[in-house]
């Protein structure tokens, strides 16, 4: 069973500030994407990494991939309010090339204070 | 165009009920996901369909019943369920099964139980 670890689980800083999550597991990962959600929402994709050791920007969010495919981490630079939600990253593992579902962490509920 | 529709956006249902959940996507995806979300918890994979043809079941009661009637539409046909199975039922379709094989999630329908 493949399972990621995710940190902080929860996180409530000032506007402005900038801010890390930690998405690690044993095991590695063919792809992983993070997603935004928000109250009775779906997640919505933020990012895929794909490969080892890629950095993918969008705007304020700085997303890592690591070099083992093991573990990833996101970046808020100057964080604003409406960035407040939960974030969760899921990991795709390697199942023969067929459809197969995503791993989950358990998500960082991140507050963001005017 | 990475939208994945669902309906209804919320259900209440009794005990005995019969009732069904629909989603739908236009994207050509040829895999669709059932997974399900307690409050303050990440999703948790129940069903994988590819190529209309159920490849996973993660050994979900049996009075939910998904069914694929063509490679656009998804159903989740619950009966007898119970209070615990209140949830946010979330569906999401995948290109294939290839990588990244990126997930898009529908906004989820919100099951109440009583």
């Known amino acids: 069973t493949q399972l990621l670890e995710q940190s902080p689980q929860f996180l409530s800083i000032q506007e402005g500030e900038n801010l890390t999550v930690y998405c690690n597991s044993s095991?590695?990962?063919?792809?992983l994407q993070w997603y935004r959600q928000e109250p009775g929402e779906g997640p919505v994709l933020l990012v895929t990494v794909v490969t080892g050791g890629e950095v993918k920007k969008l705007k304020r969010l700085t997303f890592q991939f690591g070099d083992a495919r093991k573990d990833s981490s996101l970046h808020i630079t100057a964080a604003q309010t409406g960035d407040t939600g939960l974030y969760l990253c899921?990991?795709?593992?390697?199942?023969?090339?067929?459809?197969?579902?995503?791993?989950f962490g358990k998500g960082t509920h991140l507050i963001i204070q005017p | 165009d990475t939208e994945v529709t669902q309906t209804p956006k919320h259900l209440v249902m009794g005990m005995t009920n019969k009732k069904s959940l629909k989603c739908e996507q236009h994207?050509?995806?040829?895999?669709m996901y059932w997974y399900k979300q307690k409050a303050k918890k990440p999703p948790e994979l129940m069903f994988v369909?590819?190529?209309?043809?159920?490849?996973i079941n993660e050994s979900v009661p049996s009075r939910f019943s998904p069914e694929c009637p063509n490679s656009s539409l998804l159903n989740l046909h619950l009966h007898a369920l119970q209070p615990e199975d209140s949830a946010l039922y979330l569906c999401a379709s995948s290109l294939s099964g290839g990588s990244p094989d990126t997930q898009y999630f529908g906004p989820g329908t919100r099951l109440t139980v009583l």
């Open positions: 899921a990991g795709r593992g390697y199942s023969g090339g067929g459809a197969d579902g995503l791993t």
């Open positions: 369909y590819s190529y209309e043809k159920l490849s």
């Open positions: 095991s590695v990962f063919s792809s």
């Open positions: 994207m050509g995806h040829r895999a």
